[in-house]
């Protein structure tokens, strides 16, 4: 049994990992370490034994692993402090805050032998799962265009998200699982980027962003975080050689839409659009097309706890590897520098 002692017991800490965990053979929360002290209250109800101190959990033989759920900006001197510790470590994402701090924390979990593995959750969300499906078994034919939204309407939540010290804005936090997922999707290195951060709400970091990526294989997609969209836009829209597809939100409603016959380029029926005609923008003829609903995948998110047992106990392959966060990492200061240009 792994004995997991979680460092930020806040809302990821004490709601999500507690609950993922407890699904778990092989993996359970035993203590925890928050700088609150109501945080502590709160973990001590939950009959989890409260650490006074950093060092308190650090150097209790029982505890092989912390989960690291604070702000980003501690994730670093936490996740090195634990591994010179002996503990392994499972980090929330953003990793690090550059790719220059993760380098660190690599270096330091190669010379002590100790797990760092990312929480990169989002790999798992049934409609990223579903474009992925498409991404690789064509359906619609190859990819070419893929859009990735994720919209909201209530500004930057929380108190830390809101300042540069502690690793806030958007970019860090919604931005991080989109880029994941995309990258985890497209098998090309990228080519271009071009990217717009928002600073609308008057916060010292970006409250959304809208980055324009092509490939080297020429997939182009665009990654928009929002959150002062009181209408959202889809949360995917893709474009094939044969086909779109759109999901609009995370209850997965959406349709695809594939072309199945030719084209009538000749006879197209025009249709009244505003003041004026169009053939051009007249819906695809009936015959030539067929709409279809969106098909759940089957998804094992389960898996992460279990596989980071197995990564410790096993030696098995960590299903979020280290060089993946790093590229992340790497876009993503990317997407700063450009955005500044
Ligand atoms: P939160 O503010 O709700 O909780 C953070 C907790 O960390 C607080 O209780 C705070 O007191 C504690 N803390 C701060 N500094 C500390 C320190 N040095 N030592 C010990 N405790 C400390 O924040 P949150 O929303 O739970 O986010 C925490 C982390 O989880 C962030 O890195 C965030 O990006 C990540 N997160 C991930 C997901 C996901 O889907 N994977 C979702 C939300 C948050």
Same mark, same amino acid.
């Given at each position: 049994m792994l004995n997991i002692g979680i460092i930020g017991y806040g809302g990821m800490g004490s709601y999500h990992h507690r609950e993922l965990i407890k699904q778990k053979d092989g993996v359970q929360v035993t203590g925890v370490y928050d700088i609150k002290s109501e945080r502590m209250e709160v973990a001590k109800e939950a009959g989890l034994k409260p650490y006074k101190s950093l060092e308190e959990l650090l150097s209790d033989d029982t505890i092989d692993a912390v989960l690291v759920a604070t702000p980003n900006d501690v994730h670093k001197e936490l996740s090195i402090q634990a591994m010179? +510790?002996?503990? %392994?470590?499972?980090?929330?994402? =953003?990793?690090?805050?550059?790719?220059? #701090?993760?380098?660190?924390?690599?270096?330091v979990s190669n010379e002590t032998g100790q797990v760092f593995m990312v929480h990169q959750n989002r790999r798992w969300d049934n409609d990223f799962l579903i474009i992925q499906d498409m991404y690789q078994k064509k359906p619609i034919g190859e990819l070419?265009?893929?859009? +990735?939204?994720? %919209?909201?309407?209530?500004?930057? =939540?929380?108190?830390?998200?809101?300042? #540069?010290?502690?690793?806030?804005?958007?970019?860090?936090?919604w931005g991080v699982h989109l880029l994941d997922q995309l990258l985890f999707m497209v098998d090309s290195p990228?080519?271009?980027?071009?990217?717009?951060?928002?600073?609308?709400?008057?916060?010292?970091?970006?409250?959304?962003?809208?980055?324009?990526?092509?490939?080297?294989?020429?997939?182009k997609a665009l990654v928009e975080v929002g959150t002062t969209n009181f209408v959202k836009l889809p949360r995917w829209y893709v474009k094939?050689?044969?086909?779109?597809?759109?999901?609009?939100?995370?209850?997965?409603?959406g349709k695809v839409v594939k072309q199945t016959g030719v084209i009538d380029h000749h006879n197209l029926v025009p249709i009244?659009?505003?003041?004026?005609?169009?053939?051009?923008?007249?819906?695809?003829?009936?015959?030539?097309?067929?709409?279809l609903p969106i098909v759940e995948v089957e998804a094992d998110y389960d898996g992460f706890y279990q596989n980071f047992y197995d990564v410790v106990v096993n030696n098995a392959t960590p299903i979020v590897k280290n060089e993946e966060v790093r590229d992340v990492?790497?876009?993503?200061?990317?997407?700063?520098?450009?955005?500044k240009i």
């Open positions: 010179t +510790s002996g503990k %392994h470590v499972v980090c929330e994402k =953003p990793a690090m805050m550059s790719t220059q #701090e993760l380098d660190d924390v690599i270096k070419f265009q893929i859009e +990735s939204r994720v %919209h909201g309407a209530n500004g930057i =939540p929380g108190d830390w998200r809101h300042l #540069e010290k502690h690793g806030g804005g958007m970019l860090l936090d990228v080519k271009e980027v071009s990217a717009d951060l928002s600073y609308i709400l008057g916060d010292e970091v970006d409250d959304g962003f809208i980055a324009d990526i092509t490939f080297e294989n020429g997939v094939g050689l044969e086909g779109t597809a759109v999901i609009d939100d995370w209850d997965l409603s009244k659009a505003g003041q004026g005609l169009t053939k051009t923008m007249s819906p695809p003829s009936e015959d030539a097309t067929t709409t990492l790497a876009l993503i200061e990317r997407i700063f520098e450009v955005a």
